[in-house]
């Protein structure tokens, strides 16, 4: 799939925290939660495929913004939902 990502900066990030406090032995680090940031981007040409990914993805489906909502959890929605166009 060809894309072309717009601009430079994020337009939304999503935080979360974990459910319990991960702690590396090692390092004596301490992760509390995550950010994740949301880039604007355009499909150029081709089809998203996902045959002999790396990731071991074995779903995907394309979701008009009122949809999405059906399969996200509340809290994740409340967060993103301003970022999706209308169409």
Avoid: C
């Avoid at 949301?38 to 071991?56: D, E, P, S």
């Amino acid at each position: 799939m060809n894309t072309w990502i717009v601009g430079h900066v994020p337009i939304g990030h999503y935080a979360y925290d974990f459910p319990k406090v991960r702690a590396d032995a090692e390092t004596k680090t301490v992760e509390l939660g995550e950010k994740v940031f949301f880039m604007k981007g355009r499909i150029m040409a081709g089809q998203a495929n996902i045959a002999n990914n790396q990731l071991g993805v074995q779903e995907f489906r394309w979701l008009a913004k009122e949809e999405i909502k059906e399969v996200v959890t509340p809290k994740y929605w409340s967060m993103t939902e301003n970022m999706l166009a209308e169409r």
